[in-house]
């Protein structure tokens, strides 16, 4: 077993500087020339496992295969007579991204997008080389200094990487549907387990990690990971100036675009993002239309940003991966694992078009997953008999855009006003609810209520029915400006009327804008 003291190739273990969900992180040094390097090894317990080897390969190989001097250089790779595998990468001084952001809460504009644009370098040579990161996050980012740049960044931990030239066999293999990353950071194409993952899924998350430096949040959190990943798929991001005022607003065109659900939505290349980084007030002048929401005040709200204490305090709790453990203070990789690879293969089949209903799916199996998945790589599930059966309720967080909308079921019940936050009946279906609000478009919303779930409508205002008569205009145009309006005017929709079926009448209009709510 590898420990303190001992030789290992050339270089002598004097220290241990982290420990991660994989292997160690060691301090060696040559006993000849000085020269100070970091090793990682595997956990001896996992030495044996084929697919955390082949992992560690993957890192070494990806590494040295990139080159690059924002990436961290890996020197030599081995294994001990033990059937230990190590390798030996370049000792770094100076702190994790995450531990700057602990210390400082958020960056100065330069600051943020002098690293992003470092990040992005990196990455770019990485992807002109075949190797998706898909692990981004502050734990996986070194900053050290370096010709006169306290700020110079090294980039960590490929051993998620994924090698997609056709000439690489890669001998581990990610299952169809398997979820791997951190939940916080992972793109939407990962969040639903798609097989086909490219560069671009690297492309979102560096855009959380900027989002968080400039304001201290990640975009998207919530009670538990299965939350986290519907708003990763769902959810518009908030805008970072609903967090921090003073920001440009140049900042939310630029991070909109990088954070766009779809990825052809996104920058196309590390290259054009790194050129967007370093000038965005240029970049915003001659920006492409992206497709932002005319009105983002509400959905800040909805989408629950959390700073970095909160995703420490729902580590500690045993959310999944180490995310808040405490990365070595100079060292050339991180402590925590940040890896989740859940199977999904069972997943419900759903008809084009009930895509809400596969992410509501995936949730549900993904916050199962982690109910029974262990701190460590045992990965040995409860026998059936201990599972928990599901409970009678589930809670629901209902919110809109404005507040104040009614929340009714589809068979007309009212449940009360947003913000609200109730209990209701658990169901593995669709349950359709209604969001009204006087002088706004009715919105139909669907939720599996399998586990809690956040529900966000933004309301459409509606035409108002112009005044008429005196002060108001006159007769001139009355009819037809009243008929245009009677045709607008917000109504509770009725349901369709089946085949030799009468229509029921629809519901009448609330003219007062006041529902009483009622809880049953």
């Known amino acids: 077993m590898i420990d303190i003291g001992h030789t290992i190739g050339n270089y002598k273990i004097t220290a241990k500087l982290g420990e991660g969900g994989m292997g160690v992180v060691y301090l060696a040094e040559h006993p000849v020339i000085g020269k ?47 059937g230990e595998f190590y390798f030996v990468m370049e000792y770094l001084q100076g702190e994790s991204l995450s531990d700057r952001l602990k210390r400082e809460k958020h960056l100065p504009i330069g600051e943020a997008m002098s690293i992003g644009a470092q990040i992005a370098d990196a990455l770019n040579a990485s992807h002109q080389q075949g190797i998706i990161h898909r692990d981004l996050k502050p734990e996986n980012i070194f900053l050290c200094s370096r010709g006169g740049n306290r700020d110079f960044v090294k980039v960590l931990d490929f051993g998620l990487a994924k090698l997609t030239q056709s000439d690489q066999k890669v001998t581990h293999k990610t299952r169809t549907g398997s979820v791997m990353g951190t939940p916080y950071y992972m793109s939407p194409e ?41 708003k990763h798929v769902t959810m518009p991001p908030p805008s970072v100036r609903s967090i921090v005022p003073d920001l440009p607003e140049y900042l939310d065109l630029l991070l909109y675009r990088v954070l766009a659900k779809d990825r052809d939505q996104r920058f196309q290349t590390m290259s054009d993002l790194r050129e967007a980084l370093l000038d965005p007030e240029r970049y915003a002048s001659s920006a492409p239309e992206v497709g932002i929401p005319d009105d983002l005040s509400g959905i800040a709200r909805a989408a629950a940003p959390m700073a970095r204490s909160e995703l420490e305090e729902r580590s500690a709790m045993g959310f999944g991966s180490q995310l808040g453990s405490k990365p070595p203070a100079s060292s050339g990789t991180p402590s925590g694992r940040g890896e989740l690879i859940n199977n999904i293969d069972n997943l419900i089949r759903t008809k084009p078009g009930s895509r809400l209903l596969l992410f509501f799916g995936i949730v549900s199996t993904v916050a199962a997953i982690f109910l029974i998945y262990p701190r460590r790589d045992t990965r040995r599930p409860l026998p059936a008999a201990l599972l928990p059966l599901h409970p009678a309720t589930v809670r629901v967080n209902f919110n809109s855009d404005p507040d104040g909308a009614v929340v009714a079921r589809a068979d007309g019940q009212t449940l009360g006003l947003t913000p609200l936050s109730i209990e209701i009946a658990y169901s593995d279906s669709a349950v359709e609810f209604q969001f009204k609000k006087a002088g706004y478009e009715p919105k139909t919303m669907y939720v599996v209520p399998n586990l809690p779930s956040p529900m966000f409508a933004s309301l459409r205002r509606a035409d108002v029915e112009p005044a008429t008569g005196e002060g108001a205009g006159g007769a001139t145009g009355e009819k037809t400006a009243s008929a245009t309006a009677r045709a607008r005017r917000v109504r509770v929709a009725a349901p369709a009327a089946g085949k030799g079926e009468k229509a029921d009448k629809p519901e009448k209009v609330d003219e007062d804008g006041v529902l009483e709510p009622s809880i049953r």
Do not use: W
């Open 36 to 82: 100070k390097v970091a090793m990682k090894a595997i956990h001896p317990e996992l030495s044996k496992n084929s697919d955390v080897v082949s992992r560690f390969i993957t890192e070494a190989k990806a590494v040295n295969q990139i080159g690059h001097e924002h990436i961290v250089d890996i020197a030599d790779f081995g294994n001990t007579s033990d």
């Open 190 to 230: 990962q969040c639903e387990g798609k097989t086909e993952i490219d560069y671009r899924a690297d492309i979102y998350s560096l855009g959380v990690l900027i989002f968080e430096m400039l304001t201290g949040k990640v975009p998207f959190g919530g009670e538990g990971y299965g939350e986290i990943i519907v």
